[in-house]
């Protein structure tokens, strides 16, 4: 496996895959790698002949109160499992590589930046849109594999790369949990053992929600009701949303529907955590 750490040696691979003969697949990371990226990873090998990894703490989607100095960064045991999954390449770029002094263009996906995560971390899809951008021109992927876990980030993904007509399919592949139920992050690591059991809660409100909606419930209130009882069960978590939207422009619906995405945000202790369902 070779760790590459400039955008033209990124470039010169990857087209030097394409001459071969060979798809190139994009598998971006921040690190502190879980089965849940392993699995984007092995959803990458299955369908192309190449396969890199970037691993990168991307710093324009943190907030200023957010958790970029303490994000967990696991680098050599990240490319371990990496290179146990058979990755060929790891793309590790410095800040200054894909931020160069002077830089002042970003990539910014109006509207749909602002909903959900976007309304509750200002920026911060701004950040995402930018860095996958770059990562796209410099990948020049085929394919780019992300979770459904970030279905918010999803939507915001395929807007960008359909208008500005990026030539990359991007394929989404389903959450994975731990044997509780719990959505795997890398962020679960911030968990006490009391939180840790707190966090639970998000997976058992979705839950609650489908639960609902496969009985017949079409309303989105009353799932949305649904899920709120279920939070109230563990009072120290603090809800960001609960919400039930059309997952390609993530406005609410009031009616669910095969597009239906329907999320939850929540801080647990001070860890802001993620999960989700479509319908």
Request: charged fraction near 25%; glycine fraction near 6%; hydrophobic fraction near 45%.
């Given at each position: 496996?070779?760790?590459?750490?400039?955008?033209?040696?990124?470039?010169?691979?990857?087209?030097?895959?394409?001459?071969?003969?060979?798809?190139?697949?994009?598998?971006?990371?921040?690190?502190?790698?879980?089965?849940?990226?392993?699995?984007?990873?092995?959803?990458?090998?299955?369908?192309?002949?190449?396969?890199?990894?970037?691993?990168?703490?991307?710093?324009?989607?943190?907030?200023?109160n957010?958790?970029?100095?303490?994000?967990?960064?696991?680098?050599?045991?990240?490319?371990?499992?990496?290179e146990?999954?058979?990755?060929?390449?790891?793309?590790?770029?410095?800040?200054?590589?894909?931020?160069?002094?002077?830089?002042?263009?970003?990539?910014?996906?109006?509207?749909?930046?602002?909903r959900?995560?976007?309304?509750?971390?200002?920026?911060?899809?701004?950040?995402?849109?930018?860095?996958?951008a770059?990562l796209?021109?410099?990948?020049?992927?085929?394919?780019?594999?992300?979770?459904?876990?970030?279905?918010?980030?999803?939507?915001?993904l395929?807007?960008?790369?359909?208008?500005?007509?990026?030539?990359?399919?991007?394929?989404?592949?389903?959450?994975?949990?731990?044997?509780?139920?719990?959505?795997?992050?890398?962020?679960?690591?911030?968990?006490s053992?009391?939180?840790?059991?707190?966090?639970?809660?998000?997976?058992?409100?979705?839950?609650?929600?489908?639960?609902?909606?496969?009985?017949?419930?079409?309303?989105?209130?009353?799932?949305?009701?649904?899920?709120?009882?279920?939070?109230?069960?563990?009072?120290?978590?603090?809800?960001?949303?609960?919400?039930?939207?059309?997952?390609?422009?993530?406005?609410?619906?009031?009616?669910?529907?095969?597009?239906?995405?329907?999320?939850?945000?929540?801080?647990?202790?001070?860890?802001?955590?993620?999960?989700n369902?479509?319908?």
């Open positions: 496996m070779q760790i590459i750490r400039t955008v033209a040696e990124l470039r010169t691979w990857s087209r030097a895959s394409g001459q071969a003969g060979k798809s190139v697949g994009l598998v971006p990371t921040m690190g502190a790698l879980h089965e849940g990226h392993l699995s984007l990873v092995r959803a990458a090998k299955a369908s192309c002949g190449a396969v890199a990894a970037s691993i990168f703490v991307n710093p324009t989607q943190f907030g200023p957010e958790d970029f100095a303490k994000y967990p960064r696991t680098f050599e045991a990240d490319c371990k499992l990496l146990a999954e058979g990755v060929d390449v790891v793309f590790a770029p410095t800040p200054e590589e894909m931020y160069p002094a002077g830089a002042v263009t970003f990539v910014e996906v109006a509207g749909l930046s602002d959900l995560d976007g309304a509750s971390r200002p920026g911060h899809f701004r950040g995402v849109a930018t860095v996958v770059k796209f021109v410099a990948a020049e992927p085929d394919r780019a594999f992300f979770g459904q876990k970030d279905a918010a980030q999803v939507a915001v395929r807007r960008m790369t359909a208008d500005l007509g990026l030539p990359v399919e991007l394929v989404v592949c389903p959450i994975v949990r731990e044997p509780d139920g719990l959505a795997m992050s890398s962020r679960n690591r911030y968990l053992p009391e939180e840790r059991r707190q966090a639970l809660v998000l997976s058992r409100a979705l839950q609650a929600a489908q639960r609902a909606a496969k009985a017949g419930e079409r309303k989105t209130t009353a799932l949305i009701e649904a899920a709120w009882q279920v939070f109230l069960t563990e009072p120290s978590v603090r809800i960001d949303y609960i919400a039930a939207v059309d997952w390609a422009t993530l406005e609410p619906v009031e009616e669910a529907s095969s597009e239906m995405l329907f999320a939850v945000a929540a801080y647990v202790g001070k860890t802001r955590l993620i999960d369902f479509v319908c």
